[in-house]
């Protein structure tokens, strides 16, 4: 039995065990925490850091849908590139003072499902004049963020809104200082004006410029397209059934640690659209997108590529579903999970490649979304990654 279960190869990806919790930052509210599952991955390997900066003062409530109902494309996109990068997402709310709050500061995480738990809480509300704070968002996510050390990393800021900087709170640094700060930590920022406010698109540009990085406007609801398909609802119904194969183990706070972020799935499970779910389906059946799957110290995944043998592991380190049952219950139990991944992560994968296909054949029916927030986030993230040593050649995924 053994044999046949170190012989489960279900992932070229070795988990490591390195677990942070880096510090998240927040204005007027308690700090938002969002669990990092970090993987040790070879020192060759790419690394791309996106921190969103989304105004969510109450003219924004299309972009905040938009960008709920784009995430997983982006992140898909993203990380598929050659060599597949490993993949981190921030956020960076904003509104002004006097609303709810300042900023909400979500922290760089390869935990997309915990990324995403906080962004479904953002919601449109607040502002009512034009200028907003956007000076201090940008220091926050300059600064507040935490960013990679790899000097090699393509690092990247969207700033998303549709109101200039406020340039008269005194107490505050203005964006020509911030953006400096940030181009010389190796960061791009890229401008994203909704609507067209006119007093917007001058600092927009000015901080594009700035930033080493492009400006584009688009509609007020971000001009993405959110495409539905007749695969979606298997695709996210599989998804949720392979995400009840993880079973983790270790000490106290790793497990508790991934406790957390299981809670994020079942959230995202509860609460997105059948659409999501199913982008996120396609992003964790990608490559880059096995981190977000597994989190750190998935058993099944750890006993099948052999770095972990069962029967070494203190009995407080199993999973609370292995410690009532005798070890070869255990080994049998987790072979069986295994072999459920394996089957579900097959039928997964030929929904992806025809929901694939009936993408490509509306878009080419429609001749392409070359004005669409997709595709112009895809030419600027395909312009700068070359600097990390990162190549895109299929255009945005949807």
Known sequence: MRNKILGITLFALTLGAIVYYPALKARNIDPLPVPVAHVVAPASSPKVDVVFVLDTTGSMSGLIQTAKDKIWSIATTMASAQPTPEIRIGLVAYRDRGDQYVTRVVDLSD????????????????????????????????????WSQDSQAYQVIFLVGDAPPHMDYQDEASFPEIVAAATGKGIVINTIQCGDIPVT??????????????????????SAVAMTTPYDAELAALSARLDDTRMYFGNREEQELMANKVAATDKLHASASLESRAR???????????????GTNDLVDAVASGTVKLEELDEDELPAALKPLAPEEQLAYVAELAEKRTDLQRQMRELADNRDGYIAKKV???GGYKESLDQKIYDAVAAQAGTAGLEYQDGPEY
């Open 111 to 146: 935990d997309l499902d915990s990324v995403y738990a906080q962004l479904m809480e953002f919601q449109a509300d607040g502002g009512g004049d034009t200028p907003e704070s956007v000076n201090l968002a940008l220091h926050d996510a300059v600064h507040n963020i935490s």
């Open 280 to 294: 996120r389906a396609a992003f964790n059946l990608s490559e880059g997108g096995r981190t977000n799957l597994l």
């Open 201 to 222: 698109a001058a600092p927009w540009k000015q901080i594009a410029d700035l930033g080493q990085g492009k400006f584009f406007q688009v509609e007020q609801a971000g």
């Open 364 to 366: 080419k029916e429609e």
